[in-house]
């Protein structure tokens, strides 16, 4: 039938599916060392923003995909960045948090007004966390 996949394409899927959860469930959680936790913007970022303001935040994780905060899980602990924009923020969350989600299909979403961002994981909520403003630095205020 025309709209069902071959059964060959069935086990590719499947094999790589297996293979992102054996990924997920080896991969061991990262431990964050207070070195690590002052993470300062590249070159090419301040280039991107030159005069821009720098921002320290600290991201709360409430849950972050099957492993972080959910079913009795700990979350990730915070994650302290500098960042210059909200996207550039949201760049340092996906990289902290990629070992802890099955899918690489992945939007951070981030609404620094708020304080509050999320995890879209396809179509799906993979997670959310609390953004705090901590201090800012440099630029033409």
Do not use: C
């Not at 989600?101 to 799906?124: C, I, K, Q, Y």
């Amino acid at each position: 039938m025309p709209n069902h996949p071959a059964p060959a394409e069935l086990i590719a899927a499947e094999t790589e599916f297996r293979a992102a959860v054996d990924r997920v469930r080896r991969t061991p959680l990262p431990v964050r060392d207070t070195v690590d936790e002052l993470i300062t913007p590249s070159i090419d970022d301040m280039a991107a923003n030159p005069g821009g303001v720098q921002t320290l935040y600290r991201v709360t994780y409430e849950r972050v995909g099957r492993r972080g905060g959910r079913d009795g899980s700990v979350p990730p602990a915070p994650l302290t960045a500098w960042a210059v924009s909200g996207d550039h923020l949201a760049e340092l969350i996906l990289k902290d948090v990629s070992p802890y989600l099955l899918s690489t299909d992945v939007d951070v979403e981030v609404d620094l007004e708020a304080g509050r961002g999320m995890l879209v994981v396809g179509f799906n909520n993979g997670g959310a966390f609390v953004i705090e403003q901590l201090t800012i630095a440099g630029g033409d205020r």
